[in-house]
Every structure is written in structure tokens, then in C-alpha cells.
């Protein structure tokens, strides 16, 4: 017995033993570095940061869902449509104009108005016709009834411009004018008003966006904005889309704001239409252009006669 007490005594001193150099290491250690730096109320500071943490986590989570993709790229939609209450200013301002105005407010996009083929002139002309001009920063117009075209920090007159015989053909101006009589006419068949009670008015324009930086405030095209504040002219907003998202440019989306603040988004695809009501119902933006060239034509309809623009002819006037 005493000798298995012995040999106990010896296995205890013998861990204890061991253990001290791992100790002594591990204090030597911790001299090697430094102690850890201690601060006031450190416990409060510590859990504090965890909150904060936690809260910005949730928060961007929250944000995230907010977002809901409305029409995605890949999508080929023959009609996807949403409604909305119109805004009381736009019921009033349309009051004045009974046969124009809507059933209801709200939204379309669709992919199957305009054809492949007048999508592909289009954007020849446009990636033609801007480049003869263009903006120092990352938004150019060209705006073919008025002959305004971005020019540095300025506009010129598309009309007088030397090249101008190279790239206007009668094929495109015929094009454009098709393009804008279908659209028109989706407009009056979906919210179902007079087609012939609907003009097309200023500024419709062609537009290049590029990750550029804003030079003129022109240039900054993804402020929240709405058409019919913009654009007194406004009553209806459609954009014709010439190229694509992911594929020809990243960023760019369209973006909707609902009453909830949540958002809408819209992908550009070659050839997709979207039409909105121009009211307060719809504030919206454009996302900044992040990489690649975006083009689209923006057509733009009012129930005001007065406020009407011509179609275009082969021989605008200079």
C-alpha cells in the first residue's frame, strides 16, 4: 500500500512537474507580446460593438429584400403588367383631358412590341449618330426632333453637323416612326384610352450612358426623379431598350419606388419596352452604369395638343 501511495506521490509531482515549463512558456509567451491592452468600461464598449454588428447585418438584409426584380433580363415577357392608384396631382392634371386619360395607373414591360430587326437599326443609328457628338461625361442625348446632341459640356445641332449625310438614312427615320406608332398604340390599347388623343412629345432622345464621370449636372442621370415634375409635358413615359444588361453593360438597371419604399427593378433587354404613367405614382432612377456602353430611346407621350411634336421628316430643316 505505501509503495502504490509512493508511486502516486511520484506520478502527481511528476504531472506537476511537466506542467510548470508549459506555464512558465506560456507566461514567457505573453511577456514575448505584451499584455493585452484594457480600457475603461471595456465590457460595455465590446458588447456595444456586437449590437452594431448585428444591427448593420440585419439592416442590409432588410434592404436586400426590399429589392424585387420586376423583369429580369433572361426573361422574354409577352406582357407583365402591375397597377398602381394614380397620384392625385396626375388625376388632376388629366381631368382637363378625359379622353386621354387612364383606367388606371401603373406599369408594362414587354419584349415583344418591337422587332428584332427595326431594334438593330436603331441602334445603329444611335451608336452613330451620338458618336458624331458625345458628352465629356457619361451621359450623351440625341434628341432627333430638336437636333440637340451632347457635345462636350454643351449641345450642337445634330442637322448642322458635316457628317450628317453619313449617317441619317430614310430606312431610319422611317424605322424611328414605326417604332413610335407601336408603342403608342400599346400605351392606348393597355390603359385604354383614344390612340388618336395621344402625342408624341419633347424631349423623346436617344441616350448613351457610360461609368464616366458627371462632369455637367447633365450628366447625372440616377438622381430619384419623376417624369411629369421633370417633364411638364409628360402624361405617358415609354423607353425602348437597344442592348442588354450583363451582356453589353453592368449597372444600369431601371429602378421603381414603391409607397413602401421597396423597389422595382426592370433589366434592360435589346428590344424590350416599358411604359409607365408619368405621374407622382412613379418615382424613379436610373442605377449608375458601372461598366459597358447602355443605349435606349426614351419616347415620350402627352394628352396636351399644344404640347405636341411633329413626326420626323427626311428633310428636317437645318
Given at each position: 500500500m505505501a509503495d502504490i501511495n509512493i508511486n502516486n506521490r511520484k506520478k502527481i509531482l511528476k504531472n506537476i512537474t511537466e506542467n510548470v515549463p508549459?506555464?512558465?512558456?506560456?507566461?514567457?509567451?505573453?511577456?514575448?507580446?505584451?499584455?493585452?491592452?484594457?480600457?475603461?468600461?471595456?465590457?460595455?464598449?465590446?458588447?456595444?460593438v456586437l449590437v452594431i454588428?448585428?444591427?448593420?447585418?440585419?439592416?442590409?438584409?432588410i434592404l436586400k429584400k426590399?429589392?424585387?426584380?420586376?423583369?429580369?433580363?433572361?426573361?422574354?415577357?409577352?406582357?407583365?403588367?402591375?397597377?398602381?392608384?394614380?397620384s392625385d396631382s396626375y388625376i388632376t392634371e388629366l381631368s382637363k383631358f378625359k379622353d386621354c386619360a387612364p383606367q388606371f395607373c401603373g406599369r408594362?414591360?414587354?419584349?415583344?412590341?418591337?422587332?428584332?430587326?427595326?431594334?438593330k437599326t436603331l441602334l445603329k443609328f444611335a451608336e452613330n449618330g451620338i458618336a458624331l457628338g458625345g458628352s465629356d461625361g457619361g451621359a450623351s442625348?440625341?434628341?432627333?426632333?430638336s437636333g440637340a446632341l451632347s457635345?462636350?459640356?454643351?449641345?450642337?445641332?445634330?442637322?448642322?453637323?458635316?457628317?450628317?449625310?453619313?449617317?441619317?438614312?430614310?430606312?431610319?427615320?422611317?424605322?424611328?416612326?414605326?417604332?413610335?406608332?407601336?408603342?403608342?398604340?400599346?400605351?392606348?390599347?393597355?390603359?385604354?384610352?383614344?390612340?388618336?388623343?395621344?402625342?408624341?412629345?419633347?424631349p423623346t432622345f436617344f441616350s448613351r450612358l457610360t461609368n464616366a464621370?458627371?462632369?455637367?449636372?447633365?450628366?447625372?442621370?440616377?438622381?430619384?426623379?419623376i417624369d411629369k415634375e421633370t417633364y411638364e409635358s409628360f402624361h405617358y413615359t415609354s423607353l425602348l431598350y437597344l442592348n442588354d444588361f450583363k451582356k453589353d453593360f453592368s449597372g444600369g438597371r431601371f429602378m421603381f419606388i414603391n409607397s413602401d419604399n421597396s423597389t422595382s427593378v426592370v433589366e434592360p433587354k435589346k428590344g424590350r419596352v416599358s411604359i409607365f404613367t408619368s405621374g407622382a405614382e412613379n418615382p424613379h432612377y436610373v442605377e449608375k452604369v458601372l461598366s459597358g456602353v447602355r443605349y435606349a430611346i426614351t419616347v415620350s407621350f402627352t394628352c396636351d395638343p399644344s404640347k405636341a411634336i411633329p413626326d420626323l421628316q427626311m428633310n428636317h430643316p437645318n
Amino acid at each position: 500500500m505505501a509503495d502504490i501511495n509512493i508511486n502516486n506521490r511520484k506520478k502527481i509531482l511528476k504531472n506537476i512537474t511537466e506542467n510548470v515549463p508549459n506555464n512558465q512558456s506560456q507566461q514567457s509567451q505573453v511577456n514575448s507580446f505584451g499584455a493585452l491592452p484594457t480600457f475603461p468600461n471595456q465590457r460595455f464598449w465590446t458588447r456595444s460593438v456586437l449590437v452594431i454588428c448585428t444591427f448593420t447585418v440585419v439592416y442590409f438584409s432588410i434592404l436586400k429584400k426590399k429589392e424585387v426584380v420586376f423583369a429580369f433580363q433572361k426573361d422574354l415577357l409577352e406582357k407583365r403588367e402591375i397597377n398602381i392608384p394614380c397620384s392625385d396631382s396626375y388625376i388632376t392634371e388629366l381631368s382637363k383631358f378625359k379622353d386621354c386619360a387612364p383606367q388606371f395607373c401603373g406599369r408594362l414591360v414587354s419584349d415583344t412590341i418591337i422587332s428584332s430587326s427595326e431594334v438593330k437599326t436603331l441602334l445603329k443609328f444611335a451608336e452613330n449618330g451620338i458618336a458624331l457628338g458625345g458628352s465629356d461625361g457619361g451621359a450623351s442625348i440625341l434628341d432627333v426632333h430638336s437636333g440637340a446632341l451632347s457635345h462636350g459640356q454643351s449641345f450642337v445641332n445634330f442637322y448642322k453637323l458635316p457628317d450628317i449625310a453619313n449617317v441619317i438614312k430614310k430606312e431610319d427615320f422611317l424605322t424611328y416612326t414605326m417604332v413610335k406608332n407601336k408603342i403608342q398604340k400599346a400605351i392606348a390599347q393597355h390603359f385604354q384610352i383614344n390612340f388618336e388623343n395621344l402625342y408624341l412629345t419633347y424631349p423623346t432622345f436617344f441616350s448613351r450612358l457610360t461609368n464616366a464621370q458627371p462632369k455637367t449636372l447633365h450628366d447625372e442621370y440616377w438622381h430619384k426623379h419623376i417624369d411629369k415634375e421633370t417633364y411638364e409635358s409628360f402624361h405617358y413615359t415609354s423607353l425602348l431598350y437597344l442592348n442588354d444588361f450583363k451582356k453589353d453593360f453592368s449597372g444600369g438597371r431601371f429602378m421603381f419606388i414603391n409607397s413602401d419604399n421597396s423597389t422595382s427593378v426592370v433589366e434592360p433587354k435589346k428590344g424590350r419596352v416599358s411604359i409607365f404613367t408619368s405621374g407622382a405614382e412613379n418615382p424613379h432612377y436610373v442605377e449608375k452604369v458601372l461598366s459597358g456602353v447602355r443605349y435606349a430611346i426614351t419616347v415620350s407621350f402627352t394628352c396636351d395638343p399644344s404640347k405636341a411634336i411633329p413626326d420626323l421628316q427626311m428633310n428636317h430643316p437645318n
